[in-house]
Structure formats: C-alpha cells, structure tokens
C-alpha cells in the first residue's frame, strides 16, 4: 500500500533523514513529495551543523555572520563562537573538532537561536498529532495526554547526547519551545538565561527537558506537566 503526502510529511517530521525502503518509495512517487523530502533534509543538516554535528556550508556560516552583527544582548560567548565557527568554515576543519557547543548552556542557547521561531512558525491546531507518538517512540519515550493535547508541532533533533525531541507546546501563557536531551543530565529545576529568553530544566532519570520561552511566560510553572507527562516506554 502507497503512502501518501500526508503520512509522509508525517514520517519526514518523525525523522527528516528517513532512508527506509517504503519511504524512498514514497519519495520517488511525485515532486511534492520529492520537494518535501529536500527541504526537511535540507533543515536538519542545517541545525546538525549549528550544533556541531557537520561541518556548516556556506550558507550557514552567512546566517551566523548575520546574527553576529546584530547588535543584541546575548552572552559573550555566543559572539565568539560564531567567530571562531567562521574560521573554521574558512579553514576547513569541521566544528565538532573544536567542540562546540560544550556546555548545556551553549547547547539550548544556540539551538533556539537557529530554529526555535522557525519552529515556533510552524505550529498549528492542525498538526498530525500521530507524529507525537511517532518521533517519542523513536526515543522510547510515551507523553500523557495532558501534554500531547497541548503539542503542536515536534521533530526529532541532534542533542549533546545523541537524538532528542524538540516541541513546540501551547502554554497557559503562549506558545513556548521544549527540548528533551536524552543522555543529558543537569541540576534539575535550575534556570538559564539568555538573551530575553529563558529555559527551565526538567530533569527526568536518563534525560533532560528544557522549557523555553521568554521571562514573562513564567515557563517553570509547567514543571510538573512535562514532569509528569513525559516517561520512558522501556
């Protein structure tokens, strides 16, 4: 039985870099779906690249140039970690030599920076909610229904420790940015603050969540909901 546009999109979300047989299949059945497949694989080379997993292109290192001279009141750090990431395009040696980013700081800071609003852009009411447990599953990871109705997009992302789930989840406050980081381990219910954004860590057994949102959302009070909701299926 033939996939169709919509159930792809859906295995696209789950995991952009797809290459099973019935997928490719898929791919191979029309432009649309073809174009789709580009551009999701297009986006997570990307976001690996700003996270240190491949060497960034061209175009990338343009967009941290960008962002690098945006007057803004972003940690001293990030200045320098683009500047240092520009060199290395310019030399040809790839991030993940110079380690970067280092920190879970470093971490949740430039991946906001690189594709929270675009994320954020993407939700909607509308969402296959299917994709939910699809991209959990793949992390061994179940959510409640308390959380999974509030979800209204997530994908599989690269993380310090391997895959994780990056959501974008209705709040009591507006629309806010969760991370979850398996294999990372932080201090739980501690604060990170960057720029006008902050992020609330939610520390579970083998993982980390991290809540983003600005200031005024008050992003820790969703502390026992994703505490609660979120679980290992194994």
Not at 20 to 28: G, I, Q, S, V, Y
Not at 80 to 92: C, K
């Amino acid at each position: 039985m033939s996939m169709n546009f919509s159930e792809f999109k859906k295995f696209l979300g789950a995991d952009p870099l797809n290459s099973d047989p019935e997928t490719l299949r898929a791919r191979a059945s029309g432009p649309e779906f073809e174009q789709a497949a580009i551009d999701a694989s297009d986006f997570e080379q990307k976001l690996r690249s700003a996270l240190g997993v491949a060497a960034p292109g061209e175009e990338f290192l343009e967009q941290i140039m960008s962002v690098s001279r945006r007057p803004s009141p972003r940690p001293r750090w990030f200045a320098i970690a683009a500047s240092v990431l520009i060199l290395i395009g310019v030399s040809g040696v790839t991030w993940w030599q110079v380690n970067l980013p280092r920190t879970i700081e470093e971490y949740v800071a430039v991946h906001y920076e690189y594709d929270g609003m675009e994320l954020t852009g993407k939700a909607s009411t509308d969402f296959d909610v299917s994709t939910i447990s699809a991209v959990l599953a793949k992390l061994d990871m179940g959510t409640e229904k308390e959380l999974s109705d509030r979800i209204l997009f997530i994908k599989l992302c690269p993380t310090l420790n391997g895959r994780g789930a990056h959501m974008i989840v209705q709040s009591d406050r507006g629309v806010v940015n969760i991370i979850y980081m398996p294999g990372t381990m932080v201090e739980d219910q501690r604060t990170i603050e960057f720029g006008d954004m902050e992020a609330y860590m939610v520390a579970f057994e083998g993982g980390t969540a991290a809540i983003i949102g600005r200031a005024d959302q008050d992003v820790s009070s969703m502390d026992q909901l994703v505490r609660n909701s979120l679980s290992k299926t194994i």
